[in-house]
T-cell receptor, first 114, second 113 residues
Framework: NAGVTQTPKFQVLKTGQSMTLQCAQD?????MYWYRQDPGMGLRLIYY???????DKGEVPNGYNVSRLNKREFSLRLESAAPSQTSVYFC?????????????FGPGTRLTVT | DAKTTQPPSMDCAEGRAANLPCNHS???????VYWYRQIHSQGPQYIIH???NNETNEMASLIITEDRKSSTLILPHATLRDTAVYYC??????????????FGKGTKLSVKP
């Protein structure tokens, strides 16, 4: 199992450009998440998808859109990148249910917006 | 959501036990205590979780006080590879927004030779 994979690993954008960050998991998990991490800070939730076909806003959704393409894939789109979106982006997935469960994280995408 | 308080940094000698404290005095009865760690530049890694009882797995032990207002993560024989930021998180089981992880700044553990 590859677990959670993210592409690209690094990206540099100019202000106003758009891009899509890709995430895929092979653990048959129902729930997927996108976080951002700024230097010296903890992770903050951007969007999440509790199950295929649903998406919800997290703590910091402004400037982002998401698509749950199927059960495996959850993409994050920046329509018009801004320097404030320079960050490391992590995707995660988890099982879903009434029992406690852990989240599995991908390796991250390091994005710089100039 | 219950908030957690952790010391910003701690040092530990290699081979010794690392004891990382976490205060969660406002924890609710249905909230679990989770620990994750983040090794430099990598995605966070799940370590352990518990509700009331002490828990142990191959990575660590989790000691939760009887009143559940605080907990301690114990790495029994710390190695240099355990140098990381450790996050203590409380949340309910199950899905929905209440089940989402809320990361604070964590404790930066430095294991020294």
């Amino acid at each position: 199992n590859a677990g959670v994979t993210q592409t690209p690993k690094f990206q540099v954008l100019k202000t106003g450009q758009s891009m899509t960050l890709q995430c895929a998991q092979d653990m048959n998990h129902n729930s997927m998440y996108w976080y951002r991490q700024d230097p010296g800070m903890g992770l903050r939730l951007i969007y999440y998808s509790a199950s295929e076909g649903t998406t919800d806003k997290g703590e910091v959704p402004n400037g982002y859109n998401v698509s749950r393409l199927n059960k495996r894939e959850f993409s994050l789109r920046l329509e018009s990148a801004a320097p404030s979106q320079t960050s490391v982006y992590f995707c995660a997935s988890s099982a879903q249910g009434t029992a406690p469960y852990e989240q599995y994280f991908g390796p991250g995408t390091r994005l710089t917006v100039t | 959501d219950a908030k957690t308080t952790q010391p910003p940094s701690m040092d530990c000698a290699e081979g010794r036990a690392a004891n990382l404290p976490c205060n969660h005095s406002t924890i609710s009865g249905n909230e679990y205590v989770y620990w994750y760690r983040q090794i430099h530049s990598q995605g966070p890694q799940y370590i352990i979780h518990g509700l009331k009882n002490n828990e142990t797995n191959e990575m660590a032990s989790l000691i939760i006080t009887e009143d559940r207002k605080s907990s301690t993560l114990i790495l029994p024989h710390a190695t240099l590879r355990d140098t990381a930021v450790y996050y203590c998180i409380v949340r309910v089981a199950g899905g929905g927004s209440q089940g989402n992880l809320i990361f604070g700044k964590g404790t930066k553990l430095s294991v020294k030779p």
